[in-house]
């Protein structure tokens, strides 16, 4: 099974909109913290287009919530597939990241 790399897209609205699409694994981590970092203010992540997410895109999530936590702003990951769902409970970040 060939899944697509990840894709990002930013919305500039308020809140900000970063969509990811494709399968968040480790090529993705990066790409993901450079523009999670790079966005003022709170952010929706926009993950209904992910078909994949492995540990690293846990642990890149996870360290984003942290930063966005630590400045006083929030990032909530919205519309998560039915893969990024499963995740997050088998680990129980479900009940600690802010999803919508």
């Known amino acids: 099974m060939d899944l697509d790399p990840l894709v990002l897209s930013v919305d500039g609205g308020d809140p900000t909109v970063v969509r990811a ?8 981590v990066s790409p993901l ?10 952010v929706e992540l926009d993950c209904s287009g992910l078909e994949f997410i492995d540990a690293a895109g846990v642990g ?3 360290r984003a919530h942290q930063s966005y936590e630590a400045r006083g702003a929030k990032l909530v990951l919205v519309d998560p597939s039915k893969p990024v769902v499963r995740v997050l409970r088998l680990v129980d970040l479900d009940t600690v990241l802010h999803i919508r």
């Open 33 to 42: 913290s450079l523009v999670l970092a790079d966005q003022d203010g709170d």
């Open 60 to 62: 890149a999530i996870v």
């Open 21 to 28: 699409e494709g399968e968040l694994d480790v090529a993705g």
